[in-house]
């Protein structure tokens, strides 16, 4: 069984541990390669991974706001909207979510948290909801809140980025006791945590793996809300890699999801979501197979969002 590296500074317990793969151990060896994943599905039971780095300073400033409510975007199973809504709830705000699609008569688990957290739902058509802050229908919520902080789909904003910016200082800190790694690899939706990332001088070489289709052309937004956090970041050490999004966002082919369960069995403390972190290390394994990845020392992070298993059952 692999061997834990246990932390604790001002975000709570972390864990750098090595990741066993469905590689064959000669192959990497061949390689010359070594993987670690950060354990951040063990931060914050409430808002695990990079839900509360995203949300951290945009709670900050909400409260600096006086706001009353706390407002943001996300499906019915978002892993952003529950940690939202219990972030709000501790800092004494009512978290309102703008649902994409029509709600129906069962609410999802993830909705249904929503409102024992004390939240309020809005059902947003989905033209509405791809206009954004520009819909018609935002521009009546605002009447309706006139006090409310507004925080984007999956905290992206440049307070998101911020958090992931500071976060990447606590990760960095831990791997430095274990030796130095030479490239982090992150999934990616909106791109927030990798800008953050990308901004901090601190981490080496990154490969983000979109999990979305079309995934490429995240690169032009990571480096502009990177860009924001640190005019001098050096853009050239990020790069994406776009082919393992198994048929585009929430998509768990029977491929994936036998893929979980194998490397479950192989790491059995060790579950990953099948939205993002799942479609990471898939893409890890297929890129060192293919010997793309070689003479690496590697850094997986892991980003929570396990309740989104609450989607495919």
């Not at 600096?64 to 004494?92: D, M, R, V, Y």
């Not at 979510?97 to 309020?120: K, S």
Request: glycine share 10%; net charge neutral; hydrophobic share 40%.
């Amino acid at each position: 069984m692999p061997a834990f590296y246990c932390y604790e500074n001002e975000y709570g317990i972390f864990m750098i541990h090595p990741l066993t793969l469905t590689l064959d151990d000669q192959l990497l060896r061949d390689r010359n390669i070594s993987v670690c994943i950060y354990r951040g599905d063990l931060e914050y039971a409430d808002a695990p991974g990079n839900k509360w780095h995203k949300l951290r300073f945009n709670l900050a400033a909400a409260k600096a706001q006086g706001a009353k409510h706390l407002i943001s975007f996300g499906g019915p199973f978002s892993n952003h909207l529950h940690a939202l809504a219990n972030t709000a709830q501790q800092e004494g705000m009512i978290p309102v979510a703008i649902v994409r699609g029509e709600l129906q008569p069962q609410l999802t688990p993830t909705l249904r948290d929503f409102v024992a957290a004390g939240g309020i739902l809005w059902p947003s058509k989905r033209v509405d909801y791809r206009a954004g802050m520009e819909s018609d229908f935002v521009s009546s919520l605002k009447g309706y809140y006139p006090d409310a902080f507004w925080v984007p789909e999956g905290g992206s904003n440049s307070l998101g980025v911020k958090g992931c910016y500071y976060w990447a200082n606590a990760i960095k800190q831990q791997a430095d006791e274990i030796g130095s790694f030479d490239t982090w690899l992150v999934s990616a939706g909106t791109g927030a945590t990798s800008a953050g990332f990308l901004a901090n001088d601190n981490v080496p070489n990154m490969l983000v793996f979109p999990a979305l289709k079309g995934g490429e052309a995240l690169l032009s937004d990571i480096h502009s809300l990177a860009l924001q956090q640190n005019p001098d970041s050096h853009l050239q050490r990020l790069s994406i890699v776009g082919e393992y999004h198994h048929g585009g966002y929430a998509r768990l082919p029977s491929e994936l999801k036998d893929y979980i369960e194998q490397l479950h069995q192989l790491n059995p403390h060790l579950r990953l979501d099948p939205v993002y972190t799942a479609k990471l290390v898939y893409g890890v394994e297929q890129e060192i197979r293919k010997g793309k990845l070689t003479n690496q020392k590697l850094l997986l992070i892991h980003t929570g969002g396990l309740q989104g298993w609450r989607g495919y059952q």
